[in-house]
């Protein structure tokens, strides 16, 4: 399958391209006969060369190979399989059977049991999901697995299942069958207003297309009838060698993953796989037609398109030159629709924009714009007004230096940092290869093509790549979607877009670029204490104002360092009598300065890697970024400027109004919003810290309100500032005592707020009924138990290991056994901030005529767990992932951070940390029953029921 997969129209399509280097070393063995005529890789065929450290190979029987040694992070490994079959691949009565064999590949093959595929993986440390799955789309099949160690005896079992899953499955009948109820519970889980708009709008823009015949959902797929023989028939049709590309990236020698593919894959014969059929038949001519399609839950949209034909563009240096003009170009159409949505009095809510391809079928220029309520005439004039500008009068060189720089900067930054690239950053690139035939080439050349082109960025040249791809949008297909139909149908929008095209347009106006003037934040600080943390080698500083300071230096990202700020106060500063006080905390960044606006800052900070945004926890507010050592110096003073000079302005609060109406409208469109926006206030007794609150005072909240409300916090209150990554200690120190450190003196530790750490389970145990608007068929069972708080570690740690053990045992029953559940789910949530509060719930999304039949399987397996130990694999099932966890845990900078970030004001998450892995290996069955037995108690959770809305109750709020 060459060609980006379908994109929505709402979507903004920009194809970042890649560039190839000037020269290279193809690793290619010769292990598979080709004719001097049949290119089995793209780059045989381009005058792009692959990155060297790739191999890329061939069997004999024709199956392909990529591999990649990397050791980011070190001592793991993925291993991808890609069948190039998918939807595209079934015949008219083998609709959603792809998606099915996928399931079947968990569920019996010569060599392994049904049910026993992922026992096996769980033994070795691979938890279902996070790092065993698969997924199925229109054009190909994936199968993935996350290897947590580099033992080549894992690795070799890897290839071992699947080459299982490539050529030995069984599709047993009674497995088959049981199966069935897993996908047509996993179809009604998903059937909710956005899949239906999705299918009405491919209905309406590529009509009578395979894409429409082959989109997934309830009543479009043969899975009710589909048999073992037709499964397997199809299997066999396209599971073949041809068809099939292993990915393995990891930390192990090259031979070694090569001598397993040979070992596992080579004796796999099969027949010639067929193409996968057109996507199409995509009508360029077609024009002029309208959709309406309405929802409650939906925001009111309207889009305008055109398709033409495809245009078959293999992957060379001509192309990809064209493509960053290309990309430059609709970067700054997006740029200035999103300009228009920041502006104080905005015309709409958003805008999207952009040309993609529709597989080799076709391709479509869309422009989508989402307006604000009573504003809809205003809204599309001002986007089509903005659209014809850009084809009309055409981009300023202004416009191309900004997006130049921003995209040079995320080149030299891939190139700074490629030597820890991740597996999954090769794994992508090879599977762009293999999908799409996109060469994965080196950073180095990717930097230097996009300069030869940005050197020869003009406006004449952008818009002349721009004019060779979009498609004209004359007399185009108009859809709409909403919650109501316009006023007018179909001949108003019609009317709305004639008129938009009919108006003069002027060109637009350029606007000046303002330089950066926050530098100075007075005297630097003066570090007062600095000492390192023996236990992870962690430097603490702290200064003279009583900013804290945590440095830990890692190798593991090159040039890049994780930076993050923890300020005092947080949802703590909010109360049951003002419990809104910091909602809009979300909102801050969008404020801008009081020097630049949030827009003005964009181009102000143009190529640069550094950003805001404001977050408020539990106990404090909070930021966290990923910068360069080159950049760090600007990050911090961003962070400076936002504590001291805030602009608070309006504009942000304008769209996050604009937006509440459709946030309310889906409180019940599917069974989990229900449940989502009910429970809160069941489960704390109406604490409106905790509730949703009404509309209206969502509505009334300002600017004002939360400058009173956090502003004493962000001047005064405690702040621990972490970096890790790849810096130098005694620069970071002068940058932060220059900027954080010059601030005026703060509190110099985190506030205890006694009050607001009283937090309440309802004494109430009667089932609590919920009503839902989405599909009729559809329901939610869930029980929550109050627990206890974080406090105790040895009582954490077994909560988390019975959470463990009841998925593996509610995965069997509910999903496996009885086929009721797609996905159920087990969650432990003890709080670190509120004493004595936690909760362990279990949640199974059912069909309404399963409830209770699902209710009494919960039940009783809640009762075993309570009356007797579990056996020993099941304890060795749900420990090794989370051993395996703890043993990768410091291999990012990420997961460093969550020890690095408050190292001095929290110091005993550093010695929880370092005690777990003994704490689990020594959790015996016998203490997870007695951890059961105390707190999943019979009676002692709030059942809730998420029930489709009764008719008499349409009116009505959800119960």
Do not use: C
Not at 358 to 381: C, D, H, K, N, S
């Amino acid at each position: 399958m060459k060609g980006p997969l379908f994109a929505a129209p709402m979507a903004l399509v920009i194809a970042v391209p890649l560039a190839a280097q000037p020269t290279t070393e193809a690793l290619v063995p010769a292990a598979a006969a080709q004719t001097a005529d049949e290119a089995v890789w793209a780059y045989e065929e381009s005058d792009l060369v692959p990155e060297q450290g790739y191999v890329f190979g061939v069997l004999d029987n024709g199956m392909r190979y990529v591999i990649r040694q990397n050791d980011t992070p070190e001592g793991t490994a993925l291993v991808r399989m890609e069948v190039a079959a998918g939807r595209l691949d079934e015949r008219d009565d083998e609709r959603g059977l792809t998606h099915y064999i996928e399931h079947m590949a968990f569920n019996g093959s010569t060599n392994v049991p049904e049910g026993e595929m992922i026992k096996l993986l769980e033994r070795l440390g691979l938890a279902f999901g996070a790092d065993t799955n698969a997924s199925n789309t229109f054009g190909y099949t994936n199968y993935r697995l996350d290897l947590p160690n580099n033992d080549p005896a894992l690795l070799d079992t890897a290839l071992f299942l699947m080459r299982e899953t490539a050529s030995e499955l069984l599709f047993d009948e009674e497995a088959v069958e049981r199966e069935r109820g897993v996908i047509l519970a996993e179809q009604r889980d998903r059937t909710n207003y956005a899949q239906l708009n999705a299918l009405d709008q491919i209905e309406f823009l590529v009509p009578g297309s395979l894409l429409t015949k082959r989109f997934p959902g309830a009543g479009r797929e043969d899975v009710d009838t589909a048999d073992a023989a037709t499964l397997r028939a199809l299997w066999e049709r396209v599971y073949v060698p041809g068809k099939t590309t292993l990915i393995v990236v990891g930390d192990f020698p090259v031979d070694v993953m090569r001598e397993a593919i040979v070992k596992h894959f080579s004796s796999w014969q099969g027949p010639d796989g067929a193409d996968q059929p057109d996507a199409g038949p995509v009508d360029p001519g077609r024009q002029g037609e309208t959709d309406i399609y309405t929802d409650p839950a939906l925001t009111e949209a309207i889009t305008f398109a055109r398709n033409a034909a495809w245009i078959d563009r293999p992957d060379t240096m001509a192309d990809r030159r064209a493509s960053i003009l290309r990309a430059l170009g609709y970067s700054i159409l997006r740029r200035r629709l999103t300009k228009l949505a920041r502006a104080e009095d905005p015309p709409f809510r958003s805008v999207g924009v952009g040309t993609s391809d529709i597989f080799e079928a076709g391709r479509q220029t869309t422009l989508t714009v989402a307006p604000i309520e009573g504003q809809r005439e205003r809204g599309v004039m001002e986007a089509v007004t903005t659209f014809r500008q850009f084809v009309e009068f055409g981009v300023s060189a202004a416009e191309i230096a900004e997006q130049v720089a921003n995209r040079r900067t995320g080149l030299e930054n891939a190139v700074a940092g490629q030597a820890t690239r991740s597996h999954g950053t090769f794994a992508g690139r090879a599977t762009a290869l293999v999908r799409n035939d996109r060469i994965p080439t080196s950073p180095e050349f990717d930097l230097a093509l996009f300069e030869e082109v940005a050197a020869t960025a003009t406006p004449e040249t952008v818009m002349a790549a721009i004019r060779a791809d979009i498609v004209p949008l004359d007399n185009p297909l108009i859809r709409f979607q909403g919650p109501n139909a316009p006023e007018g149908g179909a001949e108003a929008l019609r009317a709305l877009w004639d008129a938009a095209v009919g108006a003069p347009v002027d060109a637009p106006q350029e606007s000046a670029i303002a330089a950066w003037t926050y530098t100075d934040f007075g005297a630097p600080g003066e570090v007062v204490s600095d000492t390192v943390d023996e236990r992870l080698d962690i430097r603490t500083i702290t200064f003279d104002n009583g900013v804290r300071l945590n440095l830990k230096p890692t190798d593991l990202a090159e040039d890049r360092i994780s930076l993050a700020v923890t300020i005092d106060g947080g949802n703590f500063i909010e109360s049951r009598e003002e419990p809104l006080k910091v909602d809009l905390t979300a909102l801050f960044a969008a404020g801008g300065l009081g020097a630049y606006t949030q827009d003005e800052l964009q181009t102000v900070l143009a190529g640069r890697s550094v950003g805001f945004s404001l977050g408020a926890s539990t106990d404090s507010f909070r930021f966290s970024r990923t910068t360069t050592p080159r950049d760090l110096e600007l990050q911090l003073q961003l962070i400076a400027a936002y504590l001291t000079d805030p602009g608070y302005r309006p504009e942000p609060i304008k769209r996050f109004r604009n937006g509440l109406g459709d946030f309310y409208a889906r409180l019940t469109a599917t069974p989990g919003a229900a449940y989502s926006s009910a429970s809160g206030a069941i489960l704390s007794d109406d604490d409106p810290r905790f509730s949703l609150p009404e509309r209206g005072a969502l509505e009334a909240l300002t600017f004002d309100d939360l400058r009173e409300a956090i502003s004493d916090r962000l001047a005064n209150g405690a702040m621990e500032v972490a970096l890790v990554g790849d810096f130098d200690p005694g620069r970071a120190i002068d940058l932060v005592a220059r900027t954080l450190g010059a601030l005026p003196p703060r509190e110099a530790a985190f506030r205890d707020y006694p009050d607001s750490r009283q937090r309440s389970f309802t004494a109430t145990r009667e089932r609590q009924t919920i009503y839902h608007d989405g599909e009729d068929n559809q329901a939610s069972l869930r029980f929550v138990w109050p627990t206890r708080d974080y406090s105790d570690q040895q009582a954490f740690s077994e909560l988390a290991m019975l959470r463990s053990v009841l998925t593996l045992k509610l995965t069997e029953t509910l999903r496996e056994d009885l086929g009721k559940a797609y996905s159920p789910s087990v969650g432990s949530s003890l709080s670190r901030y509120y004493p004595g509060y936690g909760t362990f719930q279990v949640v199974a999304n059912i069909d309404v005529g399963e409830v209770e039949a699902t209710r009494a399987a919960i039940l009783e397996t809640l009762n075993r767990l309570r009356n007797e130990p579990v056996d020993d694999d099941t304890l060795q099932r749900a420990r090794q992932p989370i051993l395996e966890t703890i043993d990768n845990a410091l291999k990012t900078n990420g997961s460093w951070m969550r020890y690095v970030r408050r190292a001095q004001s929290e110091p005993d998450r550093i010695d929880r940390f370092l005690a777990s892995r003994g704490i689990y290996e020594a959790i015996t069955a016998e203490q997870l029953q007695e951890t059961a037995a105390q707190y999943l108690t019979e009676g002692g959770a709030v059942e809730f029921l998420v029930l489709p809305r009764p008719e008499d109750q349409a009116d009505t709020a959800a119960q």
